[in-house]
Structure formats: C-alpha cells, structure tokens
C-alpha cells in the first residue's frame, strides 16, 4: 500500500489524475493485500479489471500468479521471488504453488523475477522491498524514474531523514536488479 501510495503521489506531481484503490483484508492473518493504481489525464475509476494492467507489482511470486490475468497483453509482472508462505498454508488449508515463476512463464505473461527481499535484507531492512520494487518498475512508467525516486526520496527527508540514502540505494538497486532479470 506504501509504494502504491507513493506511485500516486508521483504521478500527482505531474499532473495526472490519479485513482487508487485498496484491499488490505486481514494481511496480519494472511488475508490479501492488494492495491490498484490508475492514472492518466482523466480516470474515472480506481479499479483495474482483468486484461487491463499494464504493470502488475508483485511483491510474494504466489501472490504474482494470482494477479497475472489482470495484465493486458504485453503488460509487465515485476516479481519478487522472496517466498511468504501465508497461514493457511503453514496449517494444511491451501497448497503453496510449487513454482509460481514456472507458472507465470508458462502462461506467456513477460515478467522479470529478482529476490527483492535479498536485496532489501543485504542492505539492512527487509522493509526496503518496496523501494527496490519501485525502482524495477521505474522505467516502464510514462514519466523520469527520477519523479518516482525524488518522490520517496522526499517522504524519508520529510519523515526520517536517515534512511534518505538507503532509499536510494534500494532504488538504485531495484533498477539492476530489472536489468539483470
């Protein structure tokens, strides 16, 4: 819900209309965390319906598999690859997917698969996933991934101005990681 946030305020700054949407249904148990962003010169609404996405931002690959049918065709999963198995696996109720990546690729979706939260843990906080996911996704957005990086950027000088630097190290990181996958 952070870097969708974040997406919105970015694109704001440039003038778009922007709509965003979320689900955060019970995350702590388990429960499904999604959000949707639109933007453009005039959205009318924030949800995405199925075949339309042109990004799809997976942070769990599980999670990746489950959102693919909202990618149009030629739309892009950016996937983290840090496995998080939810509850209702751990008890027996639902399977894990064996390899949610081989399903991804088996059904034609064009995506890139790093481990974000390798990236995020070897930096010192695996809550920098969301910045490095945002830097992934930075250069097939409309706009200069600069306004995406000022943009988070801004919010840590703003509210904690220490981890200014490690943002950007995430970010940066974010964007080699896409050009590697």
């Known amino acids: 819900m952070t870097a969708a946030e974040v997406l ?14 979320e689900v ?29 996405a042109d990004i799809l931002v997976g942070f769990e690959p599980a999670e990746a598999l489950r959102w693919c049918a909202h990618l149009r065709p030629g739309g892009i999963a950016m996937v983290n690859t840090t496995r998080q198995e939810p509850p209702v696996v751990s008890i027996g109720l639902f399977d894990y997917p064996d390899d949610p990546i081989a399903e991804i690729a ?3 979706v064009n995506y890139h698969a790093f481990d ?17 996911m945002l830097g992934a996704i930075s ?17 840590f000088r703003a509210r ?12 940066e990181a974010g964007q080699a990681a896409e050009a590697a996958s």
């Open 8 to 21: 919105s305020q970015a694109a704001m700054s440039l003038g778009y209309d922007v709509k965003k949407t």
């Open 116 to 132: 974000a939260g390798a990236i995020a843990h070897d930096l010192g906080n695996f809550r920098l996933v969301n910045t490095v």
């Open 24 to 52: 955060a249904g019970m995350a702590q148990r388990g429960g499904v965390v999604t959000s949707h962003v639109r933007f453009g010169k005039r959205v009318l609404s924030p949800a995405i319906a199925p075949g339309e």
């Open 160 to 171: 904690k101005p220490k981890l200014v630097e490690i943002n950007e190290k995430a970010f």
């Open 139 to 155: 250069k097939y957005l409309p706009f200069p991934a600069e306004v995406l990086k000022n943009e988070i950027l801004d919010r």
């Open 106 to 108: 088996a059904a034609g």
